[in-house]
């Protein structure tokens, strides 16, 4: 895992583990039954947390919500466009996260990134509990 994106409360937290191993405090946050985490097709991320002892609870996946929901397209960005109508800018996504430090773009899309997904889950809900 190269970054850690937190949206929590209106803010946006970057964890940087390359610097060291994430605070204990943020493995306790994700193993919290009680707090939603929102992801998006989490299946390295969760298998790179499981190496570390840390086993996250209550984890909704956008992707495979959109999956069962029938969508043509289950990436972040096709989801995002067709249900909220925001662009996310994916040229960004193939850069080299693991080169030290991140870039301006590479900060402001992981933010993005993270900040559009209780909107996706909220509309992907929505249209699960429209279809029954």
Known sequence: ICLIQVFANEHCFLVD???GPPPEA???LFENPAIQKIMHAPGEDLQ???LQKCF???VFDTERTACLLNYESFSLAALLK???GISL???IQKTNWTQRPLSEWQIQYAGEDVISLPGLRNTL???VHEKN
């Open 125 to 127: 809900i929505k249209q």
């Open 17 to 19: 583990p390359m610097k």
């Open 89 to 91: 800018n994916k040229a």
């Open 56 to 58: 996250p609870l209550n």
């Open 48 to 50: 790179v947390l499981h």
């Open 26 to 28: 943020l493995y306790r």
């Open 82 to 84: 067709e249900t909220n």
